[in-house]
């Protein structure tokens, strides 16, 4: 696989510009969509932002593979 997202550049990049108050990182899920309403389910903190190199099954906007 190409290039991991590095957790901690991204928190850098990413701190100064929006409110998030978590940031999961995954290398392969099913759905970056499907964890976060896991996560959320379970009382993840509010703004919590999952991201995955690579989904299995992520659907965009409109249901777009």
Do not use: C, Y
């Not at 991991?4 to 409110?19: T, V």
């Not at 999961?24 to 703004?47: C, F, I, P, Q, Y």
């Not at 919590?48 to 690579?54: M, Y």
């Amino acid at each position: 696989m190409g290039n991991r997202i590095d957790e901690g550049e991204l928190r850098n990049a990413l701190r100064h510009s929006f409110p998030w108050d978590d940031i999961v990182t995954l290398g392969v899920t099913d759905s970056t969509n499907r964890v976060a309403m896991e996560m959320a389910e379970n009382g993840a903190k509010h703004v919590t932002v999952v991201v995955a190199d690579a989904q299995t099954a992520g659907r965009g906007l409109m249901g777009r593979r």
